[in-house]
Nanobody, 125 residues
């Protein structure tokens, strides 16, 4: 059974930091792209960051460039998202995702890939 389990969400003041972590299990992940998405209330789920299979290439949404950093550990099967200088507009449920077929940082992910259940991030202004 494939599982992606996010942790690290919570309430933080604007300007603060949080680190999200996603633990993956149930199939090989080291050959595939992984990423983070977020969904704010009343909005669609949006891409936040992606990382290629080796961890050597990353992609970010313009809104988080310079503030968020994605990383992965293919031994531990984890992918993390370090979020700094958080803003109220970063408030959302954050989802971890893993591609089933693709390896590039811009290839993660679509609806039929593997997704976690999400973790809430709330930034107070």
């Amino acid at each position: 059974q494939v599982q992606l389990v996010e942790s690290g969400g919570g309430l933080v003041q604007a300007g603060g930091s949080l680190r999200l972590s996603c633990a993956a299990s149930g199939r090989p992940f080291s050959s595939y792209a992984m990423g983070w998405f977020r969904q704010a209330p009343g909005k669609e789920r949006d891409f936040v960051a992606g990382i290629d299979w080796r961890g050597g290439t990353t992609d970010y949404a313009d809104s988080v460039k310079g503030r968020f950093t994605i990383s992965r550990d293919n031994v531990m099967n984890t992918v993390d998202l370090q979020m700094n200088d958080l803003k109220s507009e970063d408030t959302a449920v954050y989802y971890c995702a893993a591609s089933k077929h693709h390896s590039g940082s811009s290839d993660c992910c679509e609806g039929n890939d593997d997704w976690g259940q999400g973790t809430q991030v709330t930034v107070s202004s």
